[in-house]
């Protein structure tokens, strides 16, 4: 099979047909669509894409099958990462570790400047790490807890912790994106990295004078400060409040900075988690403290305070509760494997090429080529390795550097995946943070910001660096 024998309406039926059923889902379903409906129209997308390759003869049905099983074996590490997440985020709210973190932290953020705090904090921390996932899911949570607290809205929050883990996480050379986008294109890593910062800087700037314009509206004026301590109060009372218990986050970022694999790093705070909690927090674990543990491992922790606010707060986590998101990611492997089979995937993407004129327009297809692929392929790592082996033919050809190559396959496909619902990257958020996808989008000011100022300056032909 070869590409140039497949037609462009061909190959965008199945993504046409996605496309149809998604928008029916949000219509109709409108929060609750990632809560099955996606993951059937993703399911029968993908079998739409294995009809059409049959009845053009594309490959065999045990080809796309091994393709397609291939694909989803691909996200079970992200998968397991998941489940483990939720196990951790219900047994540091038991342990009181999460607790502790809202309790301090409420305290010492001020309401003006929680938003750009966020932002840089989460940037330091995933910077340090490497890891926008792992910072997501351990300080990501605590500062949803905190401005759910101070009266913010969780959007904007979300949209906050996550623009500052995917600054460090772009920058670091720790992160896998980050060696893998100039493995893609033939850069030096340490050259990547510089080019990054041309463009990564400015957007991140931008995101803070945002958050702190928004952040203002909230200088006080709106928190109601009898209810925050009315919170705190009850926090005293359930939990076993104790400085010790940063013992854990401390740990998780020890981990990760010593290049200790997401899985077993969480795995090993969760464990700590059940030590502190037989440790600090005694009075919860009751009669019976395996059940308990198990429980909330398993279904998450159950807060009963007596305060409706704080019982919302900390009844969260658990394994059970990332199997929607696990089904979603399973179902968006499979479309993505299928049309990667038939050959449709490459197809859409080297399109592009045809609208090529120059270095503006050869950075902006690249950028859109991992957008487009972080949307019907389902994952940013796909997003980066296929942009980056199509374009690198013609960066050459061009007398252009590796690195700007490298540099855009950064900014168009890592930061963009966390914007995707049914994308691992969008999953993960979604589903740690507890607010949908498509609610914290407009507040991901850094991810909006990074394709934008990237086609900016490949059109403007500042800091392009010529083989």
């Avoid at 854990?248 to 909690?277: E, N, Q, T």
């Avoid at 606010?309 to 696990?326: A, I, P, W």
């Amino acid at each position: 099979m070869k590409n140039n024998k497949i037609s462009l309406v061909e190959s965008f039926i199945p993504v046409a047909f996605l496309i149809f059923l998604l928008v029916v889902n949000v219509t109709i379903f409108k929060d609750e669509a990632t809560a099955g409906p996606n993951q059937l129209a993703l399911f029968f997308s993908g079998f739409m894409a294995m009809l059409v390759g049959l009845i053009q003869k594309r490959k065999t049905y045990k080809q796309m099958e091994d393709i397609t099983i291939n694909s989803i074996t691909s996200s079970l590490q992200a998968n397991l990462i998941l489940l483990t997440v939720g196990m951790l985020i219900a047994l540091w709210i038991l342990s009181g570790v999460v607790p502790t973190m809202i309790y301090y932290g409420v305290q010492l953020m001020s309401p003006s400047f929680f938003l750009p705090a966020t932002c840089l904090i989460c940037s330091f921390v995933s910077l340090c790490t490497g890891s926008s996932w792992s910072t997501g899911g351990t300080v990501g949570i605590a500062f949803i807890a905190i401005g759910q607290t101070l009266g913010f809205p969780l959007p904007i929050v979300a949209g906050a912790v996550i623009s500052g883990s995917y600054f460090g996480d772009k920058l670091s050379p720790l992160s896998d994106t980050t060696n893998l986008a100039p493995a893609m294109a033939g850069a030096d890593l340490f050259e990547h990295i510089r080019y990054l910062l041309i463009t990564t800087v400015p957007s991140l700037l931008i995101a803070l004078i945002l958050f702190t314009i928004i952040g203002s509206s909230y200088g006080g004026q709106n928190i109601d400060l009898e209810s925050v301590d009315v919170v705190l109060r009850t926090i005293e009372a359930q939990f076993n409040v104790n400085f010790f218990l940063f013992i854990a986050p401390a740990l998780i970022l020890f981990l990760v900075y010593k290049k200790v694999p997401a899985l077993p790093s969480m795995l090993l705070g969760s464990l700590v988690g059940v030590v502190l909690a037989f440790l600090f927090q005694s009075q919860l674990l009751g009669d019976n403290a395996f059940k308990t543990l198990v429980n909330a491992g398993v279904n998450g922790f159950k807060s009963n305070s007596g305060n409706e606010f704080v019982d919302s707060l900390f009844s969260r986590g658990g394994m059970s509760s990332m199997l929607n998101t696990v089904w979603l990611i399973i179902m968006a492997m499979f479309f993505g494997g299928m049309m990667e089979a038939c050959g449709y995937l490459q197809r859409l993407a080297s399109a592009l090429l045809n609208f090529v004129t120059g270095t503006g327009s050869l950075i902006l297809s690249t950028i859109l080529s991992c957008i487009f692929l972080n949307i019907t392929a389902s994952d940013q790592y796909l997003s980066i390795v296929v942009a980056g082996r199509m374009f690198k033919e013609a960066y050459r050809k061009r007398g252009l550097a590796a690195v700007n190559l490298s540099r855009a396959l950064e900014d168009g496909g890592t930061v963009t995946s966390v914007l995707v619902p049914w994308n691992s990257g969008g999953a993960y958020f979604s589903g740690i943070l507890g607010v949908p996808t498509l609610e914290y989008l407009p507040y991901c000011f850094f991810n909006l910001c990074s394709p934008v100022v990237s086609v900016i300056v490949g059109f403007l032909g500042l800091y392009i660096k010529k083989r």
